[in-house]
């Protein structure tokens, strides 16, 4: 039954940077809005934030209750906060997940599957892997309100930018308690 707001009741509203509470009540295929402050990293960000954690430095960003958007967006055009926003393919971060994930970052959001490492990352630190509309860019960024870049500029558009999301939509890919959304489709589908 559809709100005030025209969601879903059944919708999860999470505000970022996230409760330790709000991300272990999540459940895999929950569908979420996200409100409040979602940062964005891939590859060669993931990269230099766990060289400069193995290095004792400080990070550019706190992880602490953060989310991470795997998202190299394309750039605004003229009065636009941000070009297209649709998400990069989750595993070729898993690399540098369990790190971040050890170091506070209690939720990223992609599209595709995780590793067994980050999914047992997810569940020894409590955290969740959420999963987006790939080829949706133009859509998605329409619920971004604010951007501007935090941390390694020389990236460009790998550079970690800090977003200012209303009601950015997702689901629950795996939960903090080993839950998949991607078994539980398997598993109805008889596959």
Do not use: W
Not at 39 to 68: F, S
Not at 81 to 94: C, F, K, N, Q
Not at 129 to 151: C, D, Q, R
Not at 152 to 164: N, V
């Amino acid at each position: 039954m559809p709100s005030q707001s025209g969601r879903s009741d059944s919708v999860i509203e999470l505000r970022a940077p996230l409760a330790d509470n709000d991300v272990r009540r999540l459940k895999a295929g929950d569908e979420v809005v996200l409100c409040g402050v979602v940062y964005t990293a891939r590859d060669m960000a993931h990269k230099r934030l766990c060289a400069a954690l193995d290095d004792g430095q400080e990070l550019p960003i706190d992880l602490n209750g953060a989310v991470i958007y795997f998202v190299g967006p394309t750039p605004a055009r003229p009065g636009a906060v941000i070009g297209a926003a649709g998400p990069t393919t989750s595993s070729r971060m898993d690399p540098f997940s369990p790190k971040l994930i050890a170091h506070g970052l209690r939720a990223t959001m992609g599209k595709g599957y995780r590793s067994d490492e980050v999914r047992q990352a997810l569940k020894e630190y409590g955290a969740v892997h959420l999963a987006t509309l790939g080829g949706a860019g133009a859509l998605l960024s329409k619920h971004i309100v604010g951007a501007e870049i935090v941390a390694y500029e020389d990236l460009g558009t790998e550079a970690i930018r800090r977003l200012e999301v209303v009601d950015f939509p997702a689901v629950v890919a795996y939960d903090a308690a080993g839950g998949s959304v991607y078994d539980m489709i398997r598993d109805r589908s008889g596959v």
